[in-house]
């Protein structure tokens, strides 16, 4: 018997389906799709059209984004639902898309009780609370087997954020072990600073040095689109990461 779920899930899959040919146009200039598994291909069209139902996806900065860059945009932000349900994303609702990179003020309040003003140019941000925002040239940069992709990254940080501050410690999954999670994520975020600082070649982008919560970010991006490297880098991360995923993209018919 289908659950309340199971039958809105079919109800949205079957009234609004992406059509055959966009969702194929889409694919081509996306690699990172075409390196999935036929079944995995069709989980992700799947999550993917659930989640245009869900989330409302804006344009900014004078952008309207078609047809094909929502089903692109999609396509990228559903990689994480692969092997995770859209609950998962319960703590946003909207895409917002600028065509570049855009300026964001933000205010704070120091421990003085004064405000400050601060101007940044940025390509992708996710605060605790409000929508995703991404710059359309990156999100096209994104998806390319490199390791870059934005989409992934500001979404990790979301996921993050689901159990408070992003600190690269998401909700793990039952079963998981914390201490497991910990250990594998401070060795490999220490040997990133200490590569870093020290001038020597990164496996990662140099970016995850920055602070552990952008480690996890650029681990996801890594895990998503060159997971071979990653798991050479960083087996440890890679596991914990197959596990936070449930699935494994060296072995995709083994469910972790
Ligand atoms: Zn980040």
């Given at each position: 018997m289908w659950s309340l779920r199971d039958w809105r899930r079919r109800?949205?899959?079957a009234r609004h389906p992406i059509p055959d040919a966009l969702w194929q146009a889409v694919s081509r200039r996306l690699p990172v799709i075409a390196a999935l598994t036929p079944g995995e291909q069709t989980r992700l069209r799947e999550q993917a059209t659930?989640?245009?139902?869900?989330?409302?996806?804006?344009?900014?900065?004078?952008?309207?984004?078609?047809?094909?860059m929502r089903v692109h945009i999609a396509a990228l932000a559903a990689l994480p639902?692969?092997?995770?349900?859209?609950?998962?994303?319960?703590?946003?609702?909207?895409?917002?898309?600028?065509?570049?990179?855009?300026?964001?003020?933000?205010?704070?309040?120091d421990e003085f009780g004064v405000m400050h003003r601060e101007r940044r140019e940025l390509d992708g941000e996710s605060w605790q609370q409000g929508p995703l925002v991404l710059a359309w040239h990156e999100i096209e940069a994104s998806g390319q087997g490199?390791?870059?992709?934005?989409?992934?990254?500001?979404?990790?940080?979301k996921l993050d954020m689901q159990n408070g501050d992003a600190n690269g410690y998401p909700p793990l999954q039952r079963?998981?072990?914390?201490?497991?999670?910990?250990?594998?994520?401070s060795a490999a975020y220490e040997d990133m600073v200490r590569r870093d600082e020290s001038?020597?070649?990164?496996?990662?982008?140099?970016?995850?040095?920055?602070?552990?919560?952008?480690?996890?970010?650029?681990?996801?991006?890594a895990y998503f689109e060159i997971p071979a490297q990653l798991h050479a880098a960083y087996p440890a991360v890679y596991d914990q990461?197959?596990?936070?995923?449930?699935?494994?993209p060296l072995a995709p018919s083994a469910v972790p």
């Open positions: 109800c949205i899959l659930l989640l245009l139902a869900a989330k409302t996806i804006s344009g900014a900065g004078g952008l309207d984004p078609d047809a094909a639902l692969l092997g995770l349900d859209l609950d998962w994303y319960d703590n946003w609702h909207e895409i917002v898309v600028y065509p570049d990179t855009f300026v964001q003020e933000h205010e704070w309040e490199s390791g870059f992709n934005l989409v992934v990254h500001e979404i990790a940080h079963g998981m072990s914390h201490a497991d999670w910990n250990a594998a994520f001038g020597m070649e990164t496996p990662l982008d140099p970016y995850a040095a920055d602070a552990p919560e952008e480690f996890f970010a650029v681990a996801c991006e990461l197959c596990l936070f995923f449930r699935r494994d």
